[in-house]
């Protein structure tokens, strides 16, 4: 089952207060970003967040899963409490690297 862009839409709401949201189209599911930097990855209408050290604190009592094949385990973040999937959002943000540009071939 895919993600409906209407669930990308409710994810990308849900964290507005994060800074500049936008979200990408990848593999059939969706990447969301802040600030030009992924900071979610939504498959399966769930939002899978990296298991890293500066949302740790957040995720606590957080279920984790694994959103694709051959994917390391990830958070899974309750996008339906705001507030915290605000918070993780600008945690990721900041220890998150822009993309490297694609070389031109």
Request: glycine residues 4%; proline residues 5%.
């Amino acid at each position: 089952m895919a993600t409906d862009k209407e669930f990308i839409e409710y994810v990308c709401e849900q964290i507005r207060g994060a800074g500049d949201v936008t979200y990408k189209k990848m593999f059939g599911e969706y990447m969301a970003y802040v600030n030009l930097k992924p900071v979610l990855l939504v498959c399966d209408n769930t939002v899978f967040v990296k298991q890293v050290d500066a949302i740790k604190e957040f995720m606590t009592d957080a279920e984790t899963g694994i959103p694709y094949k051959g994917a390391k385990e990830h958070y899974i973040l309750d996008i339906d409490d705001s507030e915290l999937s605000e918070k993780v959002a600008i945690a990721l943000e900041r220890v998150t690297p822009l993309p490297k540009p694609k070389k031109k071939k």
